[in-house]
């Protein structure tokens, strides 16, 4: 304390003629008068919290601006005994607040964060080993044999639902071909890298296709897409192939009229081919109907083919009630 009154004795001798007369009764009063302690006592417990050396540094801080603002006054009240002035008034804030520094805490290991996740990381070298157990040994794609073998690990059958289930969520291209692209980053959408659990995914997808109608409507187009010989630029489903993927996709959720129109489509072999919009419109056609014809309007904007279906399920019908009425004649 006495430096820096020294110090701003040196600044005013310029313009103060200090007095030579001045004892060091008079310094040991302005001193005792105005001068605040330097050491602080806390009236905290002499514990360490989990922030000790923020405590300390705010607590510096803190004594650092009180000595502060007593050297002001202190040099203030010097300044003007010896001018024989009042001192000014002199306004000290401590509205500052100090922005204490925190220690950055330890971050989360990511094993931890994973702990409330349900779903167990997918392995890339797994679903990479699991690839190389199916696929060709010239070509890194999985054709037929690889998907039978895949299908007797599976427990499923070749031609069952959940098969096309599979090659909807791997976005296959094309029947009987799995490429490694399709099967790594499929099996990575459905988040399992094993054997057992493409099974219970399956189950799950499975279910939720029965009450889920949007859902079930994105299979049904990819059912198209899948069908066709991307190799050969192929765009209308050969109609062969058309019933045998209708009664795949409807599989546990028959519509009332599809035996008849499989059955229509089976007895003129001069239908050989399903463009696009017919397959698409046939599942509005099954809602439309429902299992009743007479509600269907022909000047709607409905495929010529379904025209043509109804057109001969009404002539089957009415050829069903003249033979009924002929026997109840004779």
Same mark, same amino acid.
Request: glycine content about 4%; charged content about 25%.
């Given at each position: ?21 001045r004892n060091k ?42 000595? %502060? ?11 003007? %005994? ?29 094993? $931890? ?11 890339? %070298?797994?679903?990479?080993?699991? @690839? ?9 794609? =999985? ?8 299908? =007797? ?24 071909? @799995? ?41 049904y187009r990819f ?19 058309? =019933? ?9 959720n028959e519509p009332? =009229? ?23 419109? @046939? ?33 089957? $019908? ?13």
């Amino acid at each position: 304390m006495g430096h820096c009154l020294s110090c701003l004795g040196n600044q005013s001798n310029a313009d103060v003629v200090t007095s030579t007369q001045r004892n060091k009764d008079e310094m040991t009063e302005i001193v005792s008068s105005n001068q605040v302690p330097t050491v602080m006592i806390s009236d905290y417990p002499q514990e360490e919290p989990l922030l000790h050396n923020n405590e300390i540094s705010i607590n510096c801080y803190t004594n650092s601006s009180h000595i %502060s603002n007593a050297n002001a006054l202190n040099s203030i009240n010097e300044h003007s %005994s010896g001018d024989g002035l009042p001192a000014p008034k002199v306004h000290v804030s401590n509205e500052k607040t100090p922005k204490p520094f925190y220690h950055k805490l330890p971050s989360i290991p990511r094993s $931890m964060s994973s702990l409330g996740s349900s779903e167990s990381r997918v392995s890339e %070298s797994k679903l990479n080993y699991l @690839f190389d157990q199916y696929k060709d040994s010239q070509e890194d794609t =999985i054709f037929a044999e690889g998907i039978e073998n895949l299908c =007797i690990d599976l427990q499923l059958n070749p031609d069952d639902f959940k098969v096309l289930v599979l090659a909807w969520k791997l976005n296959a291209s094309q029947m009987c071909r @799995f490429t490694k692209q399709e099967f790594v980053q499929g099996l990575k959408s459905m988040k399992t890298d094993s054997i057992k659990g493409i099974q219970q995914k399956l189950n799950d997808i499975t279910s939720e296709l029965s009450t889920d109608s949007e859902q079930f409507k994105d299979l049904y187009r990819f059912t198209f897409k899948f069908g066709l010989d991307v190799s050969t630029g192929q765009r209308i489903l050969p109609a062969d192939i058309a =019933i045998l993927l209708w009664r795949l996709v409807f599989t546990g959720n028959e519509p009332p =009229i599809l035996d008849r129109w499989l059955s229509y489509l089976e007895k003129n072999p001069h239908i050989r081919g399903i463009p696009k919009d017919t397959w698409y419109m @046939f599942l509005n056609f099954c809602e439309f109907v429902g299992d009743d014809l007479s509600s269907y309007d022909d000047t709607e904007a409905w495929p010529s083919l379904f025209d043509d279906f109804v057109e001969y399920e009404n002539d089957q $019908m009415n050829q069903n009630v003249t033979k009924n009425d002929i026997k109840i004649q004779d």
